[in-house]
């Protein structure tokens, strides 16, 4: 699609008009945003409503996304594997990724001819940045025969040399589906403690990590009961080190983990995860006590409401994959997808 050459001068004054367009949001959202960062929000949500059209565009949205992005511009939200789901099925022209370049890239690899957005070209991840393809073609040769599972927070270069991805909330899936009795899984090395635990089959580990789950410790989440005398529901994702989960109540994607508050309807919960995702669930659940420790992904902080418009206007920061590698990757994205 080409860059436009309209006008891109949109009014950000928090007008009367644009209060009154978007007063029934502020009041969902109000128990999260304070009623003095509103007039900052309203305008960028009213001009990316706007741009979205003009651009035919579908945004999606990560569950670590800030409330006034969550609940303000998504037309979809989820975790990985539900983004990825949408990537593969929407017929817009244009996808916003507001989640970390990996995504954007998956929904690339998915939709080569479509123009993926990504609102800030810096929003990696410590988990993509641990493993090169280079390292998978060394630990093929070193382990040859089993195959290879790569959890989808990785680049298209790792994903091409891989036979299945998988996310956090179909890893075991994933690695059951093989039917082998071993299988090397990359590179989120507690993701694949979980899934070795959760199963009979020999997994190889990576010692790649998330920056923001492995500051979490056991003895964080032992204070959380002391401190509220055992009633509270601790519930992590499962990047978080071996011996936190130890001490959870549940594990579970970010997906699963809003759905367990979803049914189970804990009066206090702490989400062992990215501190956002309770600000997002807390708007439908004013009810429940959130316990907040709030450990942010800096990548994920990188996508703003005004990058959000400025992506839409100027095209800029659109994902490219090389066609050669994009190609292998795809198998690998689609394979996944075709398991569950
Ligand atoms: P989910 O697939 O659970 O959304 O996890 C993605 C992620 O990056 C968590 O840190
Ligand atoms: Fe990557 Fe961790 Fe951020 Fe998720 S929370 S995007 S795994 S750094």
Request: proline share 6%.
């Amino acid at each position: 699609m080409e860059a436009n050459t309209q006008n891109l001068e949109v009014d950000l004054n928090y007008t009367p008009e644009i209060e009154k367009a978007t007063a029934a949001l502020y009041e969902r959202v109000k128990h999260v945003i304070p009623a003095m960062e509103w007039p900052m929000h309203a305008p960028y949500i009213a001009a990316i409503e706007e741009w979205k059209k003009k651009r035919n565009a579908v945004i999606l949205v990560h569950n670590y996304q800030t409330p006034e992005i969550f609940y303000g511009v998504a037309d979809y939200t989820g975790d990985s594997l539900g983004l990825a789901r949408k990537a593969a099925e929407t017929d817009a022209d244009v996808i916003v990724m507001c989640g970390v370049h990996f995504m954007a890239e998956t929904a690339k690899l998915l939709n080569p001819e479509k123009t993926v957005l990504i609102p800030d070209m810096r929003a990696g991840c410590s988990l993509a940045e641990s493993i090169t393809g280079e390292d998978v073609r060394r630990l093929r040769e070193q382990y040859p025969g089993v195959p290879v599972v790569t959890y989808v927070n990785t680049s298209a270069d790792v994903k091409a040399e891989t036979d299945v991805c998988c996310t956090s909330s179909n890893a075991v899936k994933v690695v059951e589906a093989l039917g082998t009795d071993k299988v090397i899984f990359l590179p989120d090395e507690y993701l694949g403690n979980y899934v070795d635990s959760q199963t009979d089959v020999e997994v190889i580990l990576w010692q790649g990590h998330c920056e923001v789950h492995e500051r979490f410790t056991p003895d964080d989440l032992r204070n959380y009961r002391k401190e509220y005398n055992q009633e509270i529901s601790i519930i992590a994702h499962p990047e978080c080190p071996p011996d936190v989960l130890g001490e959870a109540d549940f594990v579970g994607s970010t997906s699963q983990l809003i759905d367990f508050v979803k049914t189970e309807r804990p009066e206090r919960v702490v989400m062992i995860t990215e501190c956002s995702m309770s600000d997002n669930v807390a708007v439908e659940f004013p009810e429940l006590e959130f316990i907040r420790p709030c450990n942010l992904c800096p990548h994920m902080k990188r996508i703003t409401l005004p990058r959000i418009l400025e992506s839409l206007q100027t095209l800029n920061h659109a994902v490219e994959v090389d066609p050669e590698i994009a190609e292998r990757a795809r198998r690998s994205v689609e394979r996944m997808l075709e398991i569950g």
